[in-house]
């Protein structure tokens, strides 16, 4: 198995986890309504926190050795983001305050992935919840490791090549690339399906790439969230975004063994109405469709309340908060039935007490319809 945390790096990462954990329940279910509620929950998580990285700089000045660095960095990260929130409890604009403090939340996710390879508690973190004990998977990290440690002997012919997170021209304050995910455990010989996830408006990929990857490190698939070339999605000039997707995908299955009957689009927000919008593009490479959140009825048509675009026998998985602030409900409801009634292969899933923003735990949901193989045998 992986190596346990050192003692010393027990309490810091005990109060990190919890603050990263509970952040990432209040994004899933993120609401205008009950911002103070939520701020009220991570105060004192914020005070432990703070208190155990003080103890852990103090106790560890001295010491030359890096190696715990990166749980510092994370841990400061991550209180940045938990005096973000805090601001959001004052107007205006209370909602854009809070999504924001997401984006340093992100970054320490970013910064502690690296120690997922080395440390079992880490590790257990980047993994599905209903797989963090599944010894078998932890095992094939370990292998991993062990197996890079071999490769470094000058006569080792292990393959060791590109696998985890590699970021494409995707650095924070670019645009027009791409974030990627191949499993560690990735195996030339085996076909891969491959998640591509699109952010919201005035969003990014690197970001909205984490509420992916414990997934696509969990169950085993090639993930990829794209920036879009301006603060959104081409929703006007749709081939604008469409081309560098279209790159980007064949950049991805040069190199990796891609399953081309299993290439999923789905996206937040705009990038959900992106999805839509790509749906009827002509020789569109996805093979299936799940918009989040999204303006789903632009695909009608307003003098008729039909949909005529040729959605026929397309599979679409349709997800819509009840308490959605942006696109209420009753325009979802109406898209889905028009979608139906023009013969999409429709699944339309509406989530009562989701308001605008993305819920990460239907994403296991969504991968079942989407690739229902990939979760036989898996330990529930």
Do not use: C
């Not at 195996?187 to 591509?196: D, R």
Request: glycine content about 6%; overall charge neutral.
């Amino acid at each position: 198995m992986l190596e346990k945390l050192p003692s010393t790096m027990q309490d810091l990462w005990k109060n990190l986890s919890d603050v990263l954990n509970t952040f990432g329940e209040i994004g899933d279910r993120l609401d205008p309504a009950k911002i103070n509620s939520f701020a009220d929950t991570l105060n004192p998580k914020t005070e432990a926190l703070q208190k155990s990285l003080k103890e852990f700089e103090l106790t560890n000045f001295h010491k030359k050795d890096t190696t715990e660095y990166p749980l510092t960095q994370a841990a400061s990260q991550a209180l940045q983001a938990l005096s973000r929130f805090e601001t959001a409890r004052v107007g205006p604009h209370e909602i854009l305050k809070a999504y924001q403090s997401f984006r340093p939340m992100h970054r320490a996710e970013e910064i502690l992935y690296p120690l997922a390879a080395e440390y079992e508690e880490i590790s257990k973190h980047f993994l599905h919840p209903s797989q963090k004990e599944n010894k078998e998977l932890l095992e094939k990290f370990y292998k991993i490791k062990v197996n890079k440690k071999n490769a470094q002997s000058e006569n080792s012919e292990i393959d060791t090549g590109n696998r985890g997170i590699i970021e494409v021209k995707n650095k924070r304050g670019q645009r027009g690339g791409y974030t990627l995910y191949i499993p560690e455990y990735y195996e030339a010989n085996s076909k891969y399906p491959l998640v591509v996830a699109l952010h919201g408006g005035s969003g990014h990929g690197a970001d909205f790439f984490w509420s992916w990857l414990r997934d696509a490190r969990t169950f085993g698939f090639i993930l990829a969230a794209p920036t879009s070339l301006d603060r959104t999605w081409s929703l006007h000039s749709i081939a604008t975004d469409a081309n560098r997707l279209n790159k980007m995908l064949t950049e991805i299955s040069t190199k990796w063994n891609i399953d081309t009957k299993h290439i999923l689009l789905t996206g937040i927000s705009d990038g959900g109405t992106y999805t839509m919008l790509l749906s009827i593009a002509h020789q569109s490479p996805f093979t299936h469709y799940a918009p989040v959140a999204a303006a789903v009825h632009v695909l009608l048509n307003r003098s008729t309340g039909t949909i005529t675009a040729p959605v026929k026998d397309f599979p679409i998985y349709q997800v819509h908060g009840g308490r959605d602030w942006m696109f209420p409900v009753a325009s979802a409801r109406l898209a889905a039935s028009a979608l139906e009634k023009a013969g999409a292969k429709l699944a339309y899933k509406e989530i009562p007490e989701l308001s605008h923003n993305y819920p990460r735990d239907e994403n296991e949901n969504i991968l079942k319809w989407f690739y229902p193989e990939g979760f036989e045998g898996k330990e529930q």
